[in-house]
């Protein structure tokens, strides 16, 4: 059951993405889901338009967007994640392949594998995927720097 502030949050992060889909005139669906207490907001369509939209960076830089936007309407720190034309699954399947090859070097003989700097929600799946493999992993640096070191 979606909490009362779990859905403002939703209801002003659509109503954002929605408007600007509107200014950048494209057309999408929105989809509001919540897990563990964190809103999801999924952006699809059908015909590839929103292609030029889900870039990683790009997602990134909506997600920030959307979250300051929140934020200025309740005054509470938002941590929703955005996702726009299946651009978090490609990018799941990309820190897998990541994780993967760090497994691979270290199975071979390295005593650890520094992954590139990521975003925390990354960090997060990153971590995740690292335990299903029997492997150990922690985050390292300072801000944009911050990375995950893969261990034995």
Do not use: N, W
């Not at 005593?111 to 299903?132: G, I």
């Amino acid at each position: 059951m979606e909490t009362d502030d779990a859905r403002d949050e939703a209801d002003i992060a659509a109503d954002y993405i929605e408007e600007l889909l509107d200014i950048c005139d494209l057309d999408g669906d929105i989809e509001i889901e919540e897990r563990a207490g964190r809103v999801y907001l999924s952006v699809s369509d059908e015909g590839g338009a929103l292609r030029v939209l889900s870039k990683p960076e790009t997602v990134s830089a909506l997600q920030e967007l959307t979250r300051i936007a929140v934020q200025a309407e309740t005054g509470e720190f938002s941590r929703l994640i955005l996702d726009i034309g299946g651009s978090r699954d490609a990018r799941a399947t990309e820190l897998q392949r990541l994780v993967d090859t760090a497994v691979e070097r270290i199975e071979a003989g390295s005593t650890s594998a520094a992954l590139p700097p990521m975003s925390s929600y990354e960090r997060k799946l990153v971590h995740d995927l690292v335990a299903e493999k029997g492997f150990h992993s922690e985050s390292e640096g300072e801000g944009r720097d911050r990375h995950t070191v893969v261990t034995r």
